[in-house]
């Protein structure tokens, strides 16, 4: 997509989408510019296990440290960070 | 790890820690001369979850951003209830025996009822928002991820995906051809009612 640069980002995974992927920590190559439904759907794409929980539980992104709908626009910067969020059990 | 501030008079204590947690302690740290009230909650372990025996419960944070969303649930309280001085919120990461405690909250005010209140309010906050994942194992059988149900209910409007189902799931086709079969009905009932 012209005018989209791809960056690094820092990919956190936690629970039950750090053991279907066997990943905690990585990094991955996004657009700058995208979707949260978008960067999910292509971290499924690089760790399909990841499919089963995405489709069974509601399964969100947090970007830099704050929880975002799916589907909201969001511009990253190199270095910035995503994590899996499956729905949290605390307490 | 535990994050201590104060502004002012006030104290916010934030802690997220592999050791046990002591409620003695983390109420000592928000004990004021000034308050008489100091309300204390704590989540323990209970060994057993729709007839199965639970052996331990393990907990897993996003760390940073468990802190992050600690502080700012302590924040809101103090908004709510201007009168709280102290807030301690503390939760225990890793292996959490039976009858041991994974949360606690302590909020001292000069007077009961916000100390009682925003107790309440920390524990149902966290439930939603805090970044802490429980697993169940169990004596029998492989453990399981829980999920709050303070969580699905706000997280079904962040999934654009879940919101459609729970749109679809609330009015499914049968239930909208009964309500419109109610509705013709009453209509007609009403006109052949007219004297």
Not at chain 1, 54 to 80: F, I, R, S, Y
Not at chain 2, 45 to 55: H, I, L, P, S, Y
Request: charged share 20%; with cysteine; net charge positive.
């Amino acid at each position: 997509m012209s005018g989209t640069k791809e960056i690094t980002v820092r990919l956190l995974m936690f629970a039950a989408a750090r053991e279907l992927s066997g990943v905690s920590e990585t990094t991955m190559k996004v657009p700058s510019s995208c979707d949260t439904e978008a960067l999910l759907a292509m971290v499924v794409k690089q760790y399909p296990k990841l499919s089963s929980l995405v489709e069974q539980l509601p399964t969100v992104l947090a970007v830099n440290k704050n929880m975002m709908p799916l589907g909201e626009k969001v511009v990253l910067k190199e270095g910035d960070e995503i994590a899996v969020i499956p729905p949290i059990s605390g307490g | 790890m535990a994050v201590q501030n104060e502004s002012g008079n006030l104290v916010t204590v934030v802690v997220l820690s592999n050791e046990p947690l002591s409620l003695e302690a983390l109420a000592a740290k928000v004990t004021f001369p000034s308050c008489g009230a100091v309300a204390t909650f704590s989540g323990t372990t209970r060994d057993n979850f729709e007839g199965k025996a639970v052996v331990e419960l393990a907990y897993e944070a996003y760390d940073e951003m468990a802190e992050q969303e600690m502080r700012a649930i302590a924040a809101r309280a103090r908004a709510k209830w201007p009168g709280v001085k102290g807030v301690a919120m503390a939760h225990r990461k890793g292996v959490v025996p039976v009858c041991q405690a994974s949360v606690v909250i302590c909020v001292s005010s000069p007077h009961r009822q916000a100390a009682l209140e925003a107790v309440g309010f920390c524990i149902d906050e966290l439930k939603e928002r805090v970044p802490i994942w429980k697993k169940e194992v169990y004596a029998d059988g492989p453990p399981s991820w829980k999920q709050n149900a303070e969580y699905l209910r706000a997280a079904a409007p962040r999934c654009s995906r879940w919101r459609s189902l729970a749109a679809s799931a609330a009015t499914p086709p049968a239930a909208v051809a009964a309500i419109i079969a109610v509705v013709l009905a009453h209509a007609l009932f009403r006109r052949n009612a007219r004297p």
